[in-house]
């Protein structure tokens, strides 16, 4: 079973600055894309970044300039670092992984549960 948690979340003040960690394990044998989304309350989930086995990344318009994603393919783990946050940045973070599993080679599309990012202003 493919697991994907979510760490680093917390409450920070308007301006500054987290970084999220995600590490994907259980029975994997590769991991094409890891991407973040975030779901403010009343809104829809929606695209933060995402980064994809060759290292190409794209992301939402409202954290371009401001937000990194990378990932470690040693170590199946994804990272978001997050600067000059916003009250509106204020959502739950979610992880997820895309590839295929080992030994069937069937693929999965794995969703962490999520880790709560707070901005105060």
């Known amino acids: 079973q493919v697991q994907v948690v979510e760490s680093g979340g917390g409450l920070v003040q308007a301006g500054g600055s987290l970084r999220l960690s995600c590490a994907v394990s259980?029975?994997?044998?590769?991991?094409?894309?890891m991407g973040w989304y975030r779901q403010a309350p009343g809104k829809e989930r929606e695209l933060v970044a995402v980064?994809?086995?060759?290292?190409?990344?794209n992301y939402g318009d409202s954290v371009k300039g401001r937000f990194t994603i990378s990932r470690d393919n040693t170590k199946n783990t994804l990272f978001l670092q997050m600067n000059s946050l916003k009250s509106e940045d204020t959502a739950v973070y979610y992880c997820n992984a895309v590839g295929k599993r080992s030994g069937s080679r069937s693929s999965y599309d794995a969703w962490g549960r999520g880790t709560q990012v707070t901005v105060s202003s």
């Open positions: 259980g029975g994997i044998f590769s991991i094409n894309t």
């Open positions: 980064i994809i086995s060759g290292g190409n990344t």
